[in-house]
C-alpha cells in the first residue's frame, strides 16, 4: 500500500517537473501548468493515477498553507495606505460581479440559491499567484495599472474569509439567508479582533523564546505547529481548516518573526499547493468539453465580459483613466484559485452536482489560459500618456536600503540613513534586539540573512543596497555569498575585519567591503594630525594615499597588522 501512494507521489512529481517549466516558458504560468499535469496522469487522462481520494485530502494542507501565507501579508498597515481603493473599488467589483454572476445561475441556469450564492462571488474572484507574477514579469507592479489591479486583488483575498465561512452554514439543514449571511460577516470580523489581540499578547512572546534556542529545527517545527494547529481547531468548532490557516496568518502580519515564519512555510506551500492543483485537474473530465463546448465556451465569453465591463466602469467611477482602467479589467477578467478552492469545498459538502462542478472547473481553468494573451493586451493599453506621465511609478522612489546585522554598527548607519531621509529595512537573528529595536521605531525583523528565502522576504530583490554589518565574520562571508549567488544585481557593501578579510568578502561578491581596524585607525591618526596641523588639505591627502595603499595591497598591509601584533 505504502509503495502504491510513493509510485503515485511519484508520478504526479514527475508530471510536474515535464508540465511547469513548459507552461512557464510559455508564459501560461505554474498553476495552468499544474492543472494539465493532473488531467493527463489522472484517471480521465492517461489512467496513471486513479486514487484521486486520497491524493486530493493530502493536497488540502496546500490550500491550509496558501490561506496561511495571505493572512501574513494582509498587513493592516498596507490595507490602511490603500483603503480607497481596497474598500473601494475592490469590495465594489466582488459585491456586484457576484451579485450578477448570483442572479445568472439561479434565474437562468436555475441552479439552487443556496449554491448559486456561492458560484458568483467565487467566480468573482480573480487569480492572485498569476496576476502577481505577469504584473511582475511586466515589470508594473508600481504603475497606476498595477496598484489599481492589487487593489482589487487586496479585497479579493480578504472576501475569501466569510466565504469559507459561509460554506458549512449553507450545507446545514437550516438556511436563512441573511442570518447565516451576517453570521458569516460576524466571523470574519471576530476573526480580525482575535488575531490582534492573539497575535500581540500570546504568540509573539512565544515565538521570541523560542528564537531565543537559536535552532533552525525546532523554528520550523514551531511554524508547522502554527499552521496545523490552528487549521485543527477551526475545524473542530465547524469551520475549515482554511480558515484556521488564515487566522494563524493574521497572528503574525506584524510581528518581527513574519518574514522567517514565510520562509519556513513556503517550501512546503509551493508543494502541497501544487498538489492541490493537481488533484483538481484529475479530476476534470475533458469528456464534459467535448459533450458540451458550446455551454461551457458560453460560460467562459460570459464571465470574461462580464468581469470587463463591471470592472471597467468602476475604475473609471474612481476617476482612473479610460484605457489604465480597461486594463486593469482585463487583467482581472479571470476566475482564479480561490474558485477552485471554494467549489472544491461546496462540492464536498455536496451542495453542488458533479456535472455542475466539472463544468466550473472547466471554466476557472479556461480563464485562467486565455488569461496571457489578455495581460499582454492589457499591457499595451497601459501605456497609455496618463501612465506615462507616471513613469517615476514604474519602481518605488527610493528603494530600501537593506542593513543584514544591527549591532552597534548597523544601528549607527540606521541613525544616519534616517537622518539623511534614507528607507532601509534591517534584519537580524538576536530576537531581543529585534523586539527591542522595533518598540524603538526601527524596521526591523527577525531573520536568518544567509537563507535566501528569508532575503526575498525582507525585499533584497528590490533594494538598492545590502550592507552586511554583523560582527561575526564568518557569517558575514556567508551572507555575502548568498546575497551575491541569489542576487547578483543587487550592490553589496561589507564589514570586513582586516585587508585580508575584506579581499575575501570582495570575492565573494561585495562591491565595497570596509576594514574596521583601518576605520579605527585612520580616524585616531586624522585627530592626531589636525591637531598638530593646522594644514587640513595636506592631512587628508596623506590618509587617502594611505587607505588606497592598504586596499590596493593587502599583502603588504596585512605583513604590517602581523607585525603590529607580534610586536603587541
Request: hydrophobic letters at 55%; charged letters at 15%.
Amino acid at each position: 500500500m505504502i509503495i502504491d501512494y510513493l509510485l503515485d507521489i511519484v508520478i504526479l512529481l514527475a508530471a510536474a517537473v515535464l508540465a511547469v517549466p513548459l507552461f512557464r516558458a510559455a508564459g501560461l504560468g505554474a498553476v495552468p501548468g499544474f492543472l494539465i499535469a493532473g488531467v493527463l496522469v489522472g484517471p480521465y487522462g492517461l489512467a496513471l493515477i486513479d486514487n484521486v481520494t486520497e491524493i486530493g485530502q493530502l493536497a488540502e494542507l496546500g490550500v491550509v498553507l496558501l490561506l496561511f501565507v495571505i493572512g501574513i501579508e494582509l498587513k493592516p498597515a498596507r490595507l490602511w495606505l490603500m483603503r480607497r481603493l481596497v474598500f473601494g473599488l475592490g469590495a465594489l467589483q466582488v459585491v456586484l460581479t457576484g451579485a450578477l454572476i448570483t442572479a445568472g445561475f439561479y434565474f437562468l441556469l436555475e441552479v439552487p440559491f443556496r449554491t448559486a450564492i456561492l458560484i458568483g462571488p467565487a467566480l468573482a474572484l480573480s487569480s492572485t499567484a498569476f496576476v502577481m507574477q505577469l504584473l511582475a514579469e511586466q515589470k508594473k507592479l508600481y504603475s497606476e495599472y498595477g496598484r489599481a489591479s492589487f487593489a482589487v486583488l487586496l479585497f479579493q483575498d480578504l472576501a475569501v474569509v466569510p466565504l469559507l465561512a459561509l460554506v458549512p452554514l449553507l450545507a446545514a439543514p437550516k438556511f436563512t439567508v441573511g442570518a447565516d449571511i451576517a453570521l458569516a460577516i460576524a466571523e470574519a470580523i471576530g476573526i480580525l479582533l482575535f488575531a490582534i489581540v492573539g497575535g500581540r499578547y500570546l504568540l509573539r512572546p512565544i515565538l521570541h523564546r523560542v528564537t531565543r534556542a537559536r535552532n533552525r529545527e525546532v523554528f520550523t517545527a514551531l511554524a508547522v505547529l502554527l499552521v496545523l494547529g490552528s487549521a485543527l481547531l477551526t475545524e473542530a468548532v465547524g469551520l475549515s481548516m482554511a480558515m484556521g490557516a488564515f487566522i494563524a496568518g493574521l497572528l503574525i502580519a506584524d510581528s518581527p518573526f513574519r518574514h522567517s515564519v514565510i520562509a519556513e512555510i513556503q517550501p512546503f506551500r509551493g508543494l502541497l499547493l501544487g498538489l492541490f492543483f493537481m488533484s483538481i485537474g484529475m479530476s476534470l473530465n475533458l469528456g464534459e468539453f467535448i459533450a458540451q463546448p458550446l455551454t461551457v465556451l458560453g460560460m467562459l465569453v460570459a464571465l470574461i465580459t462580464l468581469k470587463f465591463v463591471v470592472l471597467w466602469a468602476l475604475a473609471r467611477s474612481f476617476g482612473i483613466q479610460a484605457k489604465i482602467g480597461a486594463a486593469v479589467a482585463m487583467l482581472l477578467s479571470q476566475s482564479g484559485e480561490f474558485g477552485l478552492v471554494l467549489f472544491a469545498f461546496t462540492h464536498h459538502a455536496q451542495l453542488m452536482s458533479t456535472d455542475l462542478y466539472v463544468q466550473l472547473l472547466l471554466v476557472i481553468v479556461l480563464s485562467m489560459l486565455v488569461t496571457p494573451p489578455l495581460a499582454y493586451v492589457a499591457k499595451r493599453l497601459s501605456v497609455a500618456r496618463a501612465d506615462r506621465q507616471k513613469a517615476n511609478d514604474e519602481v518605488p522612489a527610493r528603494a530600501p536600503v537593506v542593513l543584514a546585522g544591527f549591532g552597534r554598527v548597523g544601528r549607527r548607519i540606521g541613525q544616519i540613513l534616517t537622518l539623511a531621509g534614507e528607507p532601509y529595512v534591517a534584519i537580524d537573528r538576536d530576537s531581543s534586539l529585534v523586539l527591542r529595536e522595533r518598540a524603538n521605531g526601527h524596521r526591523i525583523f527577525y531573520g536568518d540573512a544567509c537563507r535566501p528565502e528569508v532575503l526575498r522576504a525582507v525585499g533584497v530583490s528590490h533594494a538598492n543596497l545590502v550592507i552586511v554589518t554583523v560582527d561575526d565574520f564568518e557569517a558575514a562571508e556567508s551572507i555575502v555569498a548568498a546575497i551575491h549567488q541569489a542576487y547578483p544585481h543587487v550592490t553589496i557593501l561589507a564589514r570586513g575585519h582586516d585587508a585580508d578579510h575584506c579581499r575575501t568578502l570582495r570575492k565573494l561578491g561585495a562591491r565595497i567591503a570596509v576594514s574596521e581596524t583601518l576605520e579605527a585607525s585612520l580616524e585616531l591618526a586624522r585627530e592626531v594630525l589636525i591637531h598638530d596641523d593646522s594644514d587640513t588639505a595636506r592631512v587628508e591627502a596623506l590618509l587617502r594615499r594611505f587607505h588606497q595603499e592598504h586596499y590596493n595591497n593587502p599583502d603588504a598591509a596585512n605583513t604590517q597588522e602581523a607585525s603590529d601584533q607580534t610586536g603587541a
